[in-house]
C-alpha cells in the first residue's frame, strides 16, 4: 500500500511540475490514495473541514485588503516612496533593490503582485543605470519572499492550524515569526550580498548600453506619504496588540478587523467610493478563497491521502533517526519542487501538512519545522523559470526567464542550505 501510495505522490508532482492545475492534482491525487486505502471518508471529512476552517477568514481578509491597496494606488505609492530612497544612492542600487523588495513584499504578500508592482518601477531604474537586464531582473526577484514575515500569511495561519490541533501551545502566528524573525534576517543580508557579488563577478553592475530602449513606468508626480504608509498600518496595528508588546489593546489582535479596517482607512485617504471599496475587497476576499484556500484544501485531501496509505507514518518513522533528515527533507524537497513547478506553495502545504505535526518526534518545534518548509519553498521559488513572478520580471526586462534562474541559482540553493544550518 505504501509503495502504491509513494507511486501516487510522485505522479501528482510531476503532474503539478508538467504545469497541470495544481488543485486537480492534489485532490485527485488525495482522493485516489484514499480510496485505494479503503477509507474514502478521510478525505472527504479533510475536504469538507478546510472548506469551514477559521484560517479561511484571516486569507480572504488580507487578499481583500491587497485589492483596495491595487484600486487605491496606496500600492504605487509606498513602491515609488521605496524606490526613490534607493534612486540616491546608485552604488546601493543592486543591494537596496533587494532589500526594497523584500520589505514592499511584506506588506503586498503575493510575488506576482510584487514583481508586478515593484519590477515595473525598479527595473527599468536599475537598466538605466546600466545594470544588465536580466541582472536587474533577477535583483527584484530575490527580494519576492518577504512575505514569510507577514503576519497572517497562509502559510502562517496554516502552520498555527497544525500546531493548535497538534495541541502546541507556542503556534500563534506572532510566536512562529518570532522564531524565524532572526534566521530570516540573516538569509535576507546573504541574499543581498550574494546577488550583488553575482553582479560584479558577472561584470553585470554597470557598463550596460542599450538603455534608451527601456521606459520608465509612469509614477505619481508628488508621493502622498499618507497612502504610502497605509499598507503597513495593519500590520502594525496587529503586531502591536500582541503579548510581546501590548501597546494596543489585545482585540485588535485580529487580522480580520485590522484588515478591513485598513480597507477603510484606504477609502477614507483617498476619498473612494465606499461602494467601489467595498467592491474590491469582497472581489479580493473571493479570489483568495478560490486560489489559496482551494489549494490548502486540496493539499489537505492529498495529506488525508498519504495518511490514509501509511506513507505519513513509515515517513514521520524514517526522520525519527535524525533531526537532520527532517530538516533537509524540508529544505531541499520543497525548494526542489519550487525551482521545477515555479510555485513552493503545493510541495509546502503537503508537507506541513502531513509532516510537520509531528515536530516533536524530530526534535524540532512545529514553527521551527514549518517555517524550514516555507522559507525554502520561497527560496526556490526565486529560482524557477517558470514561476509567475520570474515571467512577469523577464517580460518587463526583455530576457528569457532562464537567464533570471542562472543568476539566482546559485545564491538561492546556499540560502536555503544556510536555512538547514541556522534553524
Known amino acids: 500500500m505504501i509503495f502504491v501510495g509513494a507511486a501516487i ?18 485532490l485527485t491525487g488525495g482522493f485516489l490514495m484514499c480510496i485505494i486505502a479503503g477509507k474514502l471518508t478521510a478525505g472527504i471529512k479533510a475536504f469538507a473541514t478546510t472548506m469551514t476552517n477559521p484560517l479561511a477568514a484571516t486569507i480572504c481578509s488580507i487578499m481583500g485588503f491587497a485589492y483596495v491597496l491595487k484600486y487605491t494606488k496606496c500600492d504605487q505609492h509606498l513602491v515609488v516612496a521605496m524606490t526613490n530612497c534607493i534612486g540616491k544612492f546608485p552604488t546601493l542600487l543592486i543591494p537596496g533593490a533587494v532589500l526594497v523588495t523584500f520589505l514592499i513584499n511584506i506588506p503586498l504578500a503575493s510575488a506576482a503582485g510584487c514583481a508586478a508592482a515593484v519590477g515595473a518601477i525598479l527595473i527599468p531604474v536599475l537598466i538605466k543605470n546600466k545594470i544588465h537586464p536580466a541582472m536587474a531582473a533577477a535583483t527584484v526577484i530575490a527580494g519576492t519572499w518577504g512575505a514569510v514575515l507577514k503576519p497572517g500569511n497562509a502559510h502562517l495561519a496554516f502552520i498555527e492550524k497544525i500546531g493548535l490541533e497538534a495541541g502546541a501551545t507556542n503556534v500563534s502566528m506572532l ?27 558577472l561584470k553585470e553592475n554597470t557598463g550596460y548600453t542599450g538603455s534608451e530602449k527601456f521606459e520608465v513606468k509612469e509614477t505619481p508626480e508628488k508621493i502622498n506619504y499618507l497612502m504610502a504608509i497605509i499598507p503597513v498600518v495593519p500590520l502594525v496595528m496587529y503586531i502591536l496588540a500582541g503579548q510581546q508588546f501590548g501597546v494596543l489593546p489585545r482585540y485588535l489582535e485580529n487580522i480580520p478587523f485590522v484588515m478591513l479596517f485598513g480597507a477603510v482607512l484606504a477609502m477614507l485617504v483617498t476619498k473612494s467610493s465606499p461602494q467601489k471599496i467595498a467592491k474590491e475587497f469582497w472581489l479580493g476576499a473571493g479570489s483568495a478563497y478560490g486560489s489559496v484556500m482551494g489549494l490548502i484544501i486540496s493539499a489537505s485531501v492529498f495529506t488525508a491521502g498519504m495518511t490514509a496509505t501509511g506513507m505519513t507514518g513509515q515517513l514521520i518513522e524514517l526522520m525519527k533517526q535524525s533531526q537532520h533528515i527532517a530538516k533537509i527533507g524540508a529544505a531541499a524537497g520543497n525548494f526542489i519542487i519550487a525551482v521545477v513547478s515555479g510555485s513552493g506553495d503545493a510541495a509546502t502545504y503537503a508537507f506541513n501538512g502531513s509532516v510537520t505535526p509531528f515536530a516533536a518526534d524530530f526534535g524540532l518545534t512545529i514553527p521551527q519545522l514549518g517555517s524550514i518548509a516555507q522559507i525554502s519553498g520561497a527560496l526556490g521559488r526565486n529560482s524557477s523559470p517558470v514561476a509567475s513572478a520570474a515571467i512577469i520580471c523577464a517580460t518587463i526586462a526583455n530576457v528569457n526567464p532562464v537567464e533570471i534562474m542562472k543568476r539566482n541559482f546559485v545564491v538561492m540553493v546556499l540560502a536555503t542550505a544556510l536555512l538547514v544550518f541556522i534553524m
Open 175 to 201: 510566536e512562529i515569526l518570532a522564531v524565524r524573525f532572526k534566521p530570516t534576517l540573516i538569509l535576507l543580508v546573504f541574499v543581498v550580498i550574494g546577488v550583488t557579488l553575482t553582479a560584479i563577478l
Open 9 to 26: 505522490v510522485i505522479l501528482t508532482f510531476v503532474a503539478i511540475i508538467k504545469k497541470f492545475e495544481t488543485r486537480v492534482c492534489l
